[in-house]
């Protein structure tokens, strides 16, 4: 019997032909599906903040836009409110850093003023200081802050008066990054005004120079009873 033929009967190949491959390319990924679900998961992040801060907006709406009872602030409004970058560079008196989220969690009625604190700071510290104390038993959802805008150190006169009582937080930060937050009306000085900030680290109310403290008192009191639906109480007081 004679060795068998490696050619399939009929198929007419040539033993020696050589072999054919086709190279096909693999499917390149869809980068516009990538994106669309990118900006989908974007999309959804806005939308669970806009639910988170709508309690607070709509009670900022009803005290201060809407005005129920012919009611008018005296402090200016800032829409919308400014949140605190979380790059701020804040630091104590000693140089150690302080994260920006440590402003959260309270109201803050805030003094802005280079070390040597002039009387326009000495005043706005006294006010600050008297201002939440006429609180009641509001004043616990309030605390005090000082930025000091320069290398300089307080004078030991100022830091023994705003130890009175609760004692006023002092952290020093940079005047350029702070601008990146907090701004004066047109035509002021940052140190001219007294600033207000939410539990939420908002900056959401500049107070006039020269404050009245009777109608900043009463601007107060209606940020807290606005917030109280929203507003969990906060850090200890220092």
């Given at each position: 019997?004679?060795?068998s033929n490696s050619s399939a009967p009929g198929s007419g190949a040539v033993p020696?032909?050589?072999l054919n491959f086709s190279v096909h390319s693999l499917p390149s990924p869809d980068l516009a599906d990538g994106q669309r679900?990118?900006?989908a998961g974007r999309l959804r992040m806005l939308l669970v903040l806009a639910v988170c801060a709508a309690p607070v907006i709509a009670?900022?709406?009803t005290y201060f836009v809407i005005r129920p009872e012919g009611r008018t602030n005296y402090s200016e409004l800032i829409t919308p409110g400014r949140p605190i970058p979380a790059e701020l560079g804040l630091r104590t008196l000693g140089g150690e850093p302080v994260a920006a989220a440590?402003?959260?969690d309270q109201w803050l009625i805030v003094v802005v003023g280079d070390a040597a604190c002039d009387k326009t700071c000495e005043d706005h510290l006294y006010l600050q200081r008297?201002?939440?104390e006429a609180l009641g038993r509001e004043k616990e959802r309030v605390d005090k802050l000082w930025l000091v805008t320069d290398a300089g150190t307080p004078r030991p006169e100022v830091m023994r008066a705003i130890s009175i009582g609760t004692p006023a937080a002092v952290l020093r930060v940079s005047r350029e990054r702070l601008s990146a937050w907090l701004a004066p009306a047109q035509g002021q000085a940052l140190a001219q005004h007294i600033y207000l900030v939410d539990p939420m680290g908002l900056w959401m109310m500049r107070v006039p120079p020269n404050p009245d403290a009777a109608k900043l008192?009463?601007?107060i009191e209606k940020l807290l009873r606005a917030s109280a639906s929203?507003?969990?109480p906060g850090r200890p007081a220092r």
């Open positions: 019997m004679s060795g020696d032909s050589p679900r990118t900006a009670s900022y709406v440590a402003l959260r008297q201002i939440r008192k009463r601007d929203w507003d969990q």
